[in-house]
């Protein structure tokens, strides 16, 4: 049972370089989530996911794609990477929204340059 | 919007100290109350959560935590902290009903002399 995946966990881009950062999980959770972590502001959602086809946006969603063709996968892309968007990028997935607790994965760390 | 405060930034404790986390949330109707740790270098591991019943809530790796509504607080604390326990600690909130994940507050990083 791996959990969340993430894929890959580090990554250098240039400005303006586009990307996709992985994210699948194996425990059929209907639920999955992106939030990137900044020094001192802890983690900030990005965009969510309640099932398959559906997707709704976050905190912060500027810069950022997502899309759900299967429970299993969550990709998020960069579509024109800028230095703001250096951060960890963590990934999470629930079995259902809000008390079952969030499952994490380990994290990519992206560095714009 | 829902907010999410941790008083403490950085806490510095010696070994064996006892050790309380505050944490107070904005949102006025039915929470989900999480606290998250995240150890230097790893992703973030669930200590415990709260979402009815009884207020004070046992966790992982001998913390708990207490639910006071009232004061829209959700407190951590461990009466012995070791070395073990330095790390970065996340409480994190759901508006219950909401789809739209966790509001986390910004984090204490907490440092465990021996």
């Known amino acids: 049972n791996a959990g969340v995946t993430q894929t890959p966990k580090f990554q250098v881009l240039k400005t303006g370089q586009s990307m996709t950062l992985q994210c699948a999980q194996d425990m059929n959770h209907e639920y999955m989530s992106w939030y990137r972590q900044d020094p001192g502001m802890g983690l900030r959602l990005i965009h969510y996911s309640v099932g398959a086809g559906i997707t709704d946006q976050g905190e912060v969603p500027n810069g950022y794609n997502v899309s759900r063709s299967t429970t299993e996968d969550f990709p998020l892309r960069l579509l024109s990477a800028a230095p703001s968007q250096t951060s960890v990028y963590f990934c999470?997935?629930?079995?259902?929204?809000?008390?079952?607790?969030?499952?994490f994965g380990s994290g990519t760390r992206l560095t714009v340059v | 919007a829902q907010s999410v405060s941790q008083h403490n930034h950085h806490v510095i404790l010696s070994e064996a100290a006892s050790l309380e986390l505050g944490c107070n949330y904005s949102?006025?109707?039915?929470?989900?109350l999480f606290w998250y740790v995240q150890y230097p270098g790893q992703h973030l591991q669930l200590l415990l959560k709260?979402?009815?019943?009884?207020?004070l809530v046992k966790g992982i790796k001998g913390f708990e935590a207490e639910f006071i509504k009232s004061k829209f607080s959700f407190n951590l604390r461990k009466p012995s902290v070791q070395w073990s326990d330095t790390a970065e600690y996340f409480c994190?909130?759901?508006?219950?009903?909401?789809?739209?994940?966790?509001?986390f507050g910004k984090g204490t990083h907490l440092i465990i002399q021996p």
């Open positions: 999470a997935s629930s079995y259902s929204v809000g008390p079952s607790g969030y499952t």
């Open positions: 709260y979402f009815s019943g009884d207020p």
């Open positions: 994190a909130v759901h508006s219950g009903g909401g789809a739209d994940g966790l509001t």
């Open positions: 949102y006025g109707g039915t929470v989900n």
